[in-house]
């Protein structure tokens, strides 16, 4: 009986949904969240919208270059150092060519020439500061302040003067010198005195007759002013009374330097140190003399 109650109850009709269940059945589904209407844009945010986009920061104007940077553009750029030429095949070595001779040390190269317009107007702009000289040889960078000094240091600096040489005068007071012309010799000795001359033991007016001699031996003690204040004692041998003459004024004026050595540019000037090498030519073979041929004869 217990089971067919159950199949009867399972055979009824179905049971009715509750108002609840009804309700919610027959409201609309309700519209998804994201689904709403779009919002109206604020005020603010329209004008920001009509606003034209700002220009980037960095698409500024461009900056006019200063005087100094045009200067730098307008110069040339100068060539590396390192830049070299291609080296050049070698030659086999039997058929080198000659080597060039080399430069000289001292070639310095040529001047550069003056700054333009534009570089003077760069030196303005940037108040007048010098550029350190880049082309200096040994790596120093020099300023054109420091080139300038350079003339004030070597015209100022007086030229050094000249030792004068000490007086050569032996234990009696006297100087010696020796004297040569042509083939003669003469060693004069001078102290200071009346003015006497002697010659080989004798007086020179006696020795050297002739006046012109005599003028040739005061020629020196004239010239420096000197004339009857020494003492002068010679000997003199070989070539003739010229000779001899001309042999003992070389000696005086060389002992008068030696005495007083103040007196050996004014001696200078006159010629009276230099030795006269003008000698007699030798004779020649075949010849009467040292160039007189023989006489011709036609026939």
């Known amino acids: ?16 949904p509750d108002a609840a269940e009804q309700a919610k059945a027959a409201k609309p589904p309700e ?54 030429a291609p080296k050049q095949p070698e030659a086999p070595e039997k058929a080198k060519a000659p080597k060039p001779p080399e430069a000289p040390e001292k070639a310095q190269a040529p001047e550069q020439p003056e700054a333009s317009d534009a570089t003077a107007g760069a030196d303005e702009a940037t108040g007048g500061e010098a550029k350190p000289d880049e082309g200096a040889g040994n790596g120093e960078k020099r300023t054109l302040t420091d080139l300038a000094d350079l003339g004030g240091v070597t015209a100022g600096a007086p030229p050094p003067e000249p030792e004068t040489p000490e007086p050569k005068i032996d234990a009696q007071g006297r100087s010696y010198a020796t004297g040569k012309r042509k083939d003669a010799i003469a060693r004069v000795w001078i102290k200071p005195g009346s003015g006497r001359i002697t010659v080989n033991g004798r007086d020179w ?15 020196p003690l004239v010239a420096t002013k000197r004339k009857g204040q020494y003492d002068i004692w010679c000997t003199v041998k070989g070539g ?60």
Not at 2 to 16: S, V
Not at 281 to 299: N, P, V
Request: aromatic fraction near 4%; hydrophobic fraction near 35%.
């Open 205 to 219: 007016e006696t020795y050297f007759a002739r006046p012109v001699l005599r003028m040739i031996i005061d020629q």
């Open 1 to 16: 009986m217990a089971d067919e109650d159950k199949k009867a109850a399972d055979t009824q009709a179905p049971e009715q």
């Open 31 to 84: 519209a998804p969240e994201k689904a709403e209407a779009p919002e109206q844009p604020d005020a603010a945010e329209q004008a920001k919208a009509a606003k034209p986009p700002e220009a980037p920061e960095k698409a500024e104007a461009p900056k006019q270059p200063d005087a100094a940077e045009q200067a730098k553009a307008a110069k040339p750029p100068e060539a590396p150092e390192k830049a070299k």
């Open 240 to 299: 003739g009374l010229s000779g001899q003459a001309g042999a003992v004024r070389h000696g005086l004026s060389k002992a008068l330097t030696s005495f007083e050595p103040d007196l050996r540019r004014v001696l200078r000037t006159g010629g009276f140190l230099t030795r006269d090498a003008r000698v007699v030519e030798r004779k020649k073979y075949g010849r009467h003399k040292a160039r007189r041929s023989h006489q011709f004869s036609k026939r």
